[in-house]
């Protein structure tokens, strides 16, 4: 079983920094991909960013130039640098990674975190 665990979030005002982080445990063998999604009330969950199979960084275009996604894979861990805040950046952030457990696996499975919520205040 893997597990993904995001820490982090919280209340701040418009202009304010978070930094998130998301840790990945158990039973791991390769992180192919990972990234950070977020759900807004009453909206589709949508991509922040993401680090792909083949190293390149996605970035959703409205918040391109204040966040900043980040990785320490040795201690299978991501995290979410989010500058110059804003109310419409409130949401639940998930972890999501794509995971292989074992070397006999042909392909890996994608897991999410629980979230963490942001709220921006204006």
């Known amino acids: 079983q893997v597990q993904l665990v995001e820490s982090g979030g919280g209340l701040v005002q418009a202009g304010g920094s978070l930094r998130l982080s998301c840790v990945a445990s158990?039973?791991?063998?390769?992180?192919?991909?990972m990234g950070w999604y977020r759900q807004a009330p009453g909206k589709q969950r949508e991509l922040v960013a993401k680090l792909t199979s083949d190293g390149r960084y996605n970035y959703a275009d409205s918040v391109k130039g204040r966040f900043t996604f980040s990785r320490a894979m040795a201690k299978n861990t991501v995290y979410l640098q989010m500058n110059s805040l804003k109310p419409e950046d409130t949401a639940v952030y998930y972890c999501n990674a794509d995971i292989t457990s074992t070397s006999q696996d042909a392909y890996g499975m994608d897991y999410w975190g629980k979230g963490t919520p942001v709220t921006v205040s204006s």
């Open positions: 158990g039973s791991i063998f390769a992180i192919n991909a």
